[in-house]
């Protein structure tokens, strides 16, 4: 995701009312250094959770066909920092369903890389670390959205 000028989020806080305003800054106030970042996704992504989902999907994407692979040192660096990424993004639109979605993308990616990450121990641990994240977070939604998320998660699993 990239943030947008100082001038356009001026312009955007300008149609917005007095309360508005205020939840923002209180939910600026959260963060440090990411909070154009978060304007961005206040301001312009976040009546359209679907097309925020596509864009961080995107992000992953490029990140992941960035990765060095000549290494597993290199490959676990650069999955950590994909993982920090997708955390960072999930923060942002506080929604449980954007998490797992994000989540859910992270581990198909990760799966299907080459080399695989079933050499490697750390990988694979961070693997099964996010499919039992997921689950725990599915739990916690409406039972339709469990349904779909479950085989989803079970495909991950075989």
Do not use: W
Request: net charge positive; proline share 1%; with cysteine.
């Amino acid at each position: 995701m990239k943030a947008v000028s100082v001038v356009t989020i001026k312009k955007e806080l300008q149609h917005k009312s007095n309360k508005d305003l205020m939840e923002l800054v209180l939910r600026l106030s959260k963060f440090k250094k990411e909070n154009k970042e978060l304007l961005t996704y206040l301001l312009f992504e976040s009546h359209d959770e679907t097309g925020y989902i596509e864009s961080v999907k995107n992000e992953i994407d490029l990140q992941f066909s960035n990765i060095n692979t000549s290494s597993y040192f290199y490959i676990k660096k650069s999955v950590r920092k994909i993982l920090r990424l997708i955390k960072k993004y999930a923060r942002y639109s506080l929604k449980k369903e954007t998490e797992v979605e994000l989540l859910l993308y992270f581990c198909e990616c990760l799966k299907n890389m080459t080399p695989s990450i079933s050499r490697n121990v750390t990988l694979t641990n961070i693997y099964e670390r996010q499919i039992l994240a997921i689950e725990k977070i599915v739990k916690t939604l409406h039972e339709d959205l469990q349904y779909d998320y479950n085989l989803v998660l079970e495909t991950l699993k075989s």
